[in-house]
């Protein structure tokens, strides 16, 4: 059984690997492959109410996700429907190519530690969309984004959703954690970006005003009130979850319910053909549903991986025959762009207790910087790079040939720094 649900798995995942040749759509192919692998470990699985229950878990957690990333969505459409990047954009008058991603890049890295990795790819390749015309230029820096967003999210607590599973686990603290792996999280994107300005060359073309800020008229008054909601909600979602103990999902939603209000309010005194281009309708038909459900075909079927109990045997595998924490935790990252981190983090907070490895050990700090910036060195290796991967149509080629070595220089830059990092510490 165990076999089968790797080949399927390995199947599918080199479909999608490979869906610009066979000219189907990746979606299609993560759904089909999660359903088959869950399938195969109900058929060989002697306890069927076992396996239905382990599916409900993950759907539980799974709807949490694509419910805020359907949430975060609609609000970043939103705002750009009100013309509110544009009080942005404006202020990025930056056109030569290697300045502009240094700007893009840093901007990510720090707004990603407020917010989380997922939330900031999205606003922030809605910026790109405003910012640079070309979309090989876009895709480019589409790329960076993902791997700035993912090295940003992984030094603070609200992030990256694995190290807000070691924080609410007991496992990290805050100020530890920040102060622990902020340099190695930068190292991590400037050693790309160096890689990167020897490449770049030339300057970037901007895009026209768009149709719809061509056609209707957007006061000042009512982009800043619509961006500023917006943005500002998106802030405090972290702040509600620390706050209620309550799944980031449901602030996303009743932040989503506010903006949704403000917008009609704002609107109802205008004719109903121009309210509609302003409601939440018109923005939910503007999102890529397909890049959603592709998002959720990858994740259930990491799930059935995880509830046959492959990967638990996998991390005890790594664990009885290698021996050494830096290289398992090395190698978790590495696996990590390849098998979604949650359920990794998951299988190493049961493998490795809190007796043996106290809370801000090494190996949970280390762990934390791994796994959160390893997803980077492939495109469906994080929820950013699945984000990112929906919204601009990169292929998993282009990142393999385009960002993944760069990603992975700055991987393993950042892993020796922070073992070099601690080793100075404790002298």
């Known amino acids: 059984m165990i076999i089968l649900v790797i080949i399927v798995f390995s199947l599918g995942y080199l479909l999608i690997a490979f869906e610009s040749g066979i000219k189907i759509n ?3 192919i993560a759904l089909i492959t999660g359903v088959l692998c869950w399938t195969i470990y109900s058929l060989f699985s002697a306890d069927k109410t076992l396996v239905n229950l382990q599916l409900t878990e993950h759907l539980g957690e799974l709807s949490g996700i694509l419910f805020f990333l359907l949430g975060a969505m609609t609000i970043v459409e939103l705002i750009d429907a009100h013309a509110g990047f544009d009080l942005i954009t404006r202020r990025i008058t930056q056109t030569d190519k290697r300045k502009l991603i240094w700007i893009i890049a840093l ?19 809605s910026l790109l969309k ?3 015309k070309h979309q090989q230029d876009r895709l480019f820096f589409a790329g960076i984004v993902v791997v700035a967003a993912n090295a940003g999210g992984a030094w603070t607590p609200i992030g990256d959703v694995t190290t807000t599973m070691l924080w609410l686990g007991g496992q990290i603290t805050t100020t530890n954690i920040m102060v622990k792996l902020f340099l190695p999280s930068l190292i991590a994107l400037i050693v790309p970006l ?4 020897v490449k770049l060359k030339g300057l970037i073309a901007k895009p026209l005003i768009t149709e719809l800020t061509e056609k209707v008229e957007i006061s000042k008054k009512h982009q800043l009130i619509v961006f500023s909601s917006g943005v500002l909600i998106l802030m405090l979602v972290p702040l509600f979850k620390m706050v209620t103990h309550l799944p980031p999902y449901l602030g996303i939603l009743a932040g989503l319910g506010i903006v949704w209000v403000i917008t009609e309010i704002i609107h109802q005194q205008k ?9 939440v309708a018109q923005a939910l038909r503007k999102i890529d549903t397909s890049s959603i459900l592709f998002f959720f075909g ?15 045997e996998l991390a005890q595998w790594m664990s009885t025959e290698i021996g050494n924490l830096n290289v398992i935790v090395i190698l978790l990252g590495l696996i990590s762009a390849v098998i979604d981190n949650v359920p990794l983090v998951a299988v190493s907070q049961g493998m490795f207790n809190l007796t043996n490895y106290p809370t801000d050990h090494y190996l949970w700090e280390f762990l934390a910087y791994c796994v959160g910036t390893g997803g980077s060195i492939l495109i469906i290796g994080s929820a950013a790079g699945i984000a990112a991967m929906g919204m601009e149509k990169i292929s998993f080629f282009w990142y393999l040939r385009k960002i ?3 990603a992975t220089l ?4 950042g892993a020796i720094t922070y073992i070099v990092q601690n080793y100075l510490v404790r002298i």
Do not use: C, P, W
Not at 107 to 115: K, W
Not at 194 to 197: A, E, H, M, R
Not at 271 to 279: D, G, L, N, T, V
Not at 298 to 312: K, R, T
């Open 26 to 28: 990746k979606s299609a």
């Open 107 to 125: 901007l990510t890295f720090f707004l990603s530690a407020v917010l989380d990795n997922l939330t900031t790819t999205i606003v922030v390749i």
């Open 130 to 132: 405003k910012l640079i």
């Open 194 to 197: 160096l890689v990167v300005s």
């Open 271 to 279: 004719e109903e053909s121009i309210r509609h281009r302003f409601s």
């Open 298 to 312: 990858i994740l259930i079927s990491v799930a059935a991986l995880q509830s046959s109990g492959i990967l638990a």
């Open 404 to 406: 993944s070595l760069i």
């Open 410 to 413: 700055g991987y393993f830059a």
